[in-house]
């Protein structure tokens, strides 16, 4: 062999090792995320094609929707794939990377989020994009969900996270390297303490007409790519003590209305009948803890029924529900001992 | 533009691939735009600056070539408008703070005026490289250029611009006329200087950097041991630093088939202050030594003159680096050694023949290595020391003059890097004292660039280093080249 070709034989196994090292020391490096959403090691975990419904959103999915009671009262496969303070342009590409992995019947999407501004806070930012997987769909709500000061550290890992070099756990190699483990609580966020609510309040928020123009054009690009997937997108406003104005969500009814294929559903209307008891059951004025998420999951599965969604998806693993169920109730004996 | 910024990693591939696809009559052009560019990423409207200083030189160096009868009127001219702009940028705030101080011990309260002006970044460096050129002409040494577009980006070449090497007119000149082919050869031998200066500056001087921020900010915090230890971490520091920017100059330099000169031997393996100075900063030392020792006459002298030509070329060489007396007494002090070593000479003679120790016997020679090494890090107090109080206070406390005013509280217990770091950067010192050791008796980088396997080897472990324990990223702040500030 001459020179020459040992020289480009070198050159490309370095480049490989170089690719190789600079991917594995993102992953060993880059903090591991257990709870508060966003984690997308553990859902690509799930079975291929395994899920029926799809939650979106920010916090007020993650922390509200407990999958686990959903298939206690209807059977049904569901996941929430959220992130803290998430805004919209991030959620598009949240539903766009999960249709890679599920095709469900529904997508629900919590529109909260219809409020934020363009971007979320720095962390909330990290948390959204450093966990996707590292693909198109990733460098899409870089360029989409992050300001450009963000962006390298988005793009490069490593420029966010090398610094974490000697406080590495265990956990981080083990992870890092062998990915994330099934998420036994299916994307939901355990809340057990508790703050009276004494009375119901109007959210409070300003935002442009430009601004809420940008979120609606969002609302449409997700409804649009459900409909590409023959997947039917439900945009809701969860459940909890914080109202918004009349007039904002008329508008926003209207708005939405004329979204084709797009059904809107306001669980705010309907919060008496869930049972809710603003003494004991949230966590926060948006956010229930687990009494209230029960109850909140229960009526969200007799709707999702009420709208003719069935279990239907032939992966489904009932073992693995009947473990997460299991997980849910053992979260909630702990806590109730830790009260007690 | 850093070069150890985002910004220049994406500048200097776009301009290499650039230079070589365009045809040769526009490679120089390119080049020209681009060292501008580069310069005015800085202080755009400091471009101007240099363009006068480049305008001048270059002016006065075809006077010179045209009218020999009045080389000498030519030579002055650009002597005294470039050194003119230099202090006027440089020392004339220092040099009326020096008024008002001696006007004020002598009782009388007049303030001198001062200027708000911002130094111009490498105006120190590109100032002597241009008025070089002016001497390399006057002397005959080298024919003036005629083209000014070649002379401007000899001027203003962007990998050496800021902080040097300050390149010699006979060396980088002709290179401009030379037609650089593309070749794999020089991307790769120009990676290993770019990658191992990033790995000093970034691995080893930029954490360091933290350790010496921190204990020269309030040196009245610590003990003697940790002013010692932030003294000996200047002075890898400060090597590190500005090695690295050499060697990325060199790297970059080389990818685009320019040769600069080597800037650092080995400097903390030198045997005498002599050795050190003829391993560290090679290009200004060289410049002092050509176009102010030898005109004040060198060693070719009494021995008194020789002294004070010695005394003279460093005390000047201190006020180059900064307009600050801590800099003028660094400068002073290394001439002072340099006396102190000739004066002595015949006595350390006769006590090295009476002891019978060979010249080349390891243990005296791993003893002068100390004692350079000591004296130049004594030197180095003046040099980094915010005032002359400071410097004089941390020297005090290490000897033991005064005693410390500092305590072992946590907070002055780490001196700013935790442990983990602190042995990170230790273990990337002692490769770096290897490399340079073996550096004294090999052509390092000229074997490792022979050789496949070991080269990329340490390609692979260099990126990996800067990548993992490198300061850069979110919560560091990028530190600029120590030797921008000259």
């Known amino acids: 062999m001459n020179k020459k070709k040992k020289e480009i034989i070198a050159l490309i196994i370095f480049l490989i090792a170089l690719i190789s090292f600079i991917v594995c020391a993102s992953a060993i490096t880059t903090p591991k995320r257990y709870e508060l959403g966003a984690n997308w090691g553990a859902f690509t975990e799930e079975k291929k094609d395994s899920m029926d419904v799809v939650f979106f959103g920010s916090s007020m999915a993650y922390c509200n929707v407990i999958p686990a009671v959903i298939w206690e009262n209807n059977g049904l496969s569901s996941y929430v794939m959220a992130g803290p303070e998430q805004p919209l342009s991030i959620t598009y590409y949240y539903v766009k990377e999960m249709f890679r992995h599920q095709s469900p019947s529904a997508v629900m999407v919590e529109i909260s989020g219809i409020i ?14 450093s966990y996707m997987p590292y693909n198109i769909n990733r460098f899409g709500a870089i360029i989409n969900g992050a300001p450009k000061s963000e962006w390298l550290g988005l793009f490069f890992p490593l420029y966010n996270y090398h610094d974490r070099w000697n406080k590495l756990t265990e956990d981080d190699y083990e992870i890092g390297l062998t990915g994330y483990d099934i998420d036994l609580l299916a994307g939901y966020h355990f809340l057990s303490d508790n703050q009276p609510q004494p009375e119901m309040r109007e959210r409070d928020f300003e935002q442009t007409e430009e601004g809420y123009q940008y979120n609606l054009s969002w609302l449409e690009k997700i409804a649009q790519l459900c409909r590409e997937h023959n997947c039917r997108p439900i945009f809701y406003i969860s459940a909890s003590y914080a109202y918004f104005n009349e007039s904002y969500l008329e508008r926003l009814e209207a708005d939405l209305a004329n979204i084709e294929g797009v059904e809107f559903i306001n669980f705010m209307d309907n919060i008496d009948e869930m049972d809710i008891d603003a003494s004991t059951d949230f966590y926060d004025i948006l956010h229930f803890n687990y009494r209230g998420a029960e109850k909140f999951s229960r009526f969200l599965a007799e709707t999702i029924d009420e709208l003719g969604i069935k279990a239907q998806n032939p992966y489904n693993d009932p073992q693995l529900w009947q473990e997460r169920i299991d997980h849910y109730r053992s979260l909630i004996a702990q806590s109730s001992t830790q009260e007690s | 533009m850093n070069f150890n910024s985002l910004q220049y990693y994406l500048f200097l591939p776009i301009v290499i691939v650039l230079y070589y696809i365009l045809p040769v009559k526009l490679r120089n052009p ?62 004339f705030n220092f040099v009326a703070s020096l008024i008002t101080d001696i006007l004020s011990a002598a009782n009388l309260n007049v303030t001198a005026p001062s200027l708000d002006v911002l130094l111009p970044v490498g105006i120190s460096f590109y100032t002597f490289q241009a008025l070089g050129y002016t001497i390399d002409v006057y002397r ?49 031998a120009g990676m290993l200087p770019f990658l191992w200066g990033l790995f000093k500056k970034i691995v080893i001087a930029d954490q360091l950097a933290v350790i010496v921020n921190t204990v ?12 010692v230890a932030a003294t000996i971490a200047f002075a890898f520091q400060i090597y590190c630093d500005f090695s690295a920017y050499s060697d990325i100059a060199r790297g970059s330099a080389i990818m685009l088939g320019f040769r600069l000169m080597r800037n650092f031997n080995s400097p903390y393996f030198a045997t005498s202050v002599k050795d050190f100075w003829r391993r560290w900063h090679i290009s200004l030392s060289t410049w002092f030594r050509d176009y102010l ?9 009494s021995k008194a003159r020789h002294c004070f030509n010695l005394l003279v070329v460093f005390a000047v060489s201190g006020l180059w680096h900064g ?65 002359l109080g400071d410097a004089t206070y941390i020297l005090s406390v290490i000897l ?15 001196m700013g890097l935790d442990a983990s770091n602190k042995i990170m950067v230790i273990v990337a010192m002692v490769v770096l004292l290897i490399v340079d050791y073996l550096g004294l008796k090999h052509k390092l980088a000229e074997q490792i660039d022979k050789t496949i396997i070991p080269r990329y080897v340490i390609y692979f472990l260099l990126i990996a280093a800067i990548l993992i324990f490198g300061s850069y990223g979110v919560g560091y702040d990028p530190q600029d080249f120590v030797y921008f500030q000259f």
């Open chain 2, 216 to 227: 020269y900010a309030a040196p009245e915090n610590f003990l003697p041991y940790q002013l």
């Open chain 2, 140 to 188: 005959g040494d080298i024919k003036a250029e005629k083209s000014f577009h070649i002379y401007a980006l000899f001027v203003s070449f962007f990998p050496q611009l800021v902080a040097g090497p300050i390149e010699r007119s006979r060396n980088l000149l002709p290179q401009f006329r030379e037609t650089h082919r593309f070749s794999f050869d020089n991307i790769r």
């Open chain 2, 30 to 91: 390119l080049l020209l735009i681009a060292s501008y560019f580069f310069y005015m990423c800085w202080q755009p409207a400091y471009a101007l600056l240099m363009l006068t200083s480049t305008a001048i030189t270059y002016f006065c160096g075809i006077c010179i070539s045209r009218y020999p009868e009045r080389k000498k009127i030519w030579l002055a001219t650009s002597l005294i408008l470039n050194l003119a702009i230099l202090f006027f940028f440089k020392y």
């Open chain 2, 293 to 301: 020792y030898f005109p004040l006459g060198g060693n070719r002298c």
């Open chain 2, 400 to 414: 033991g003059l005064v005693p410390s005013a500092g305590d072992l509280g946590m907070a002055h217990l780490s």
């Open chain 2, 323 to 387: 307009a600050a007396l801590t800099f003028v007494i660094w400068g002073l002090l290394n001439g002072i050694y340099q006396v102190i070593s000739l004066l002595t000479a015949p006595i350390r003679k006769k006590i090295q023949t009476a002891c019978h120790l060979r010249d080349n016997n390891p243990l005296l020679t791993i003893f002068r290595y100390g004692i350079t090494f000591v004296l130049i890090c004594i030197a180095w107090v003046f040099f980094r020391a915010d005032s």
């Open chain 1, 116 to 129: 934020y501004g363009q971007y979320a806070s720095e962390g909330a930012t990290k948390a959204n994009i």
